[in-house]
């Protein structure tokens, strides 16, 4: 997915080797990442501490004014986040996104913790530390809709930056309001967010997920992959396919939503993102543990037909 103007989107690590090495080992070399990043960092130390202080204020104006510079600098190319955790930014973000009374300050200082999150990961662990997953997912429910969009940003970047994040941002509750908001009538570009929020989040194995948010999961893949968007569908039809490498139970449980006939049908899109996630999808799909043949047959339909048709 592109990266937002103005701010910026890491994309999730995939699966690899990294992912044995202990706990112990991981969070020192992303402290070493951390302070190669910080190395890099303008100098603004005073400027960061006159910020933040300025964000502190009880007037508004110079809140929001605050806030302002601050999300404009972490959205340099070498954003000086080190220099402003020091100067005590993380606790003063949570208290700004709270104020549902002053939404401009909210939108800014949403948008800044989605700088910070698209940094490495340290920094990501340090949001997650000052408390800010629960108000992230409250936003999702009680936030204007420029600040969801910032706060489903934000999550993205947070939930994909491995498992123990991913299942903290679970145990906050994260899926019902996420899904919710896709009942609402949100545009395209966050429906695609959205769908890349949920990539994330079953991209690493092994989630803690209640049967309900399964069945929620499951029901809302559904609907993004009938969406007419292609890119809609395509990022669906992904997050479709590390929810099905998640085990049978989950396969079931997208079977039992009637997904089956949505994903043959998008093997015969015209778009070839559609179908190679769609191939992906079913792949995975058909090894479940109720009726895999339907898909197994639909899609060696579809082959044969290709196949015939390139020869011709």
């Known amino acids: 997915m592109a990266e937002q103007d103005g701010s910026h989107m890491r994309q999730p690590e995939m699966e690899t080797e990294d992912q044995e090495k202990t706990e112990e080992e991981r969070r020192k070399e992303m402290k070493e990442i951390a302070r190669e990043a910080a190395a890099k960092e303008e100098d603004i130390g005073e400027l960061a501490i ?10 508004p104006k110079v809140q ?8 404009q600098l972490l959205s340099n190319p070498q954003p000086p986040i080190q220099q402003f955790i020091d100067a005590g930014i993380l606790p003063v973000l949570a208290a700004c996104m709270n104020r549902n009374d002053l939404p401009h300050l909210q939108l800014e200082a949403t948008w800044a913790v989605t700088n910070i999150a698209s940094g490495p990961t340290e920094y990501t662990y340090a949001l997650v530390e000052a408390n800010h997953l629960p108000v992230l ?3 999702l429910s009680n936030g204007r809709s420029k600040v969801q969009e910032q706060a489903v940003w934000a ?4 939930v994909g930056d491995g498992p123990d994040c991913r299942d903290q941002a679970l145990e906050e509750g994260i899926i019902r309001p996420l899904i919710e908001l896709l009942a ?8 695609r967010q959205v769908c890349w929020v949920l990539t994330n989040l079953f991209r690493v194995k092994n989630p803690v997920m209640s049967d309900d948010d399964k069945k929620l999961v499951a029901n809302a893949l559904k609907e993004l992959v009938r969406h007419f968007d292609p890119q809609v569908q395509a990022d669906a039809l992904w997050a479709v396919a590390y929810f099905a490498d998640l085990g049978s139970d989950y ?3 997208l079977i039992g939503c009637g997904i089956t006939r949505e994903l043959v049908q998008r093997l015969y899109s015209n778009d070839s993102k559609v179908i190679a996630a769609a191939l992906r999808a079913t792949g995975t799909h058909s090894c479940g543990k109720r009726q895999p043949g339907t898909i197994q047959r639909e899609s060696c339909f ?4 290709q196949t015939h048709y390139t020869i011709v």
């Open 50 to 59: 006159e910020i933040v202080n300025g964000m502190r204020s009880h007037d």
């Open 155 to 158: 999550l993205g970047n947070i």
């Open 137 to 139: 997912v409250d936003l």
């Open 302 to 305: 579809l082959i044969s037909c």
């Open 251 to 253: 396969i079931d449980d």
């Open 184 to 191: 609402s009538p949100i545009q395209v570009p966050l429906r």
């Open 64 to 71: 929001i004014s605050n806030a302002e510079k601050a999300r």
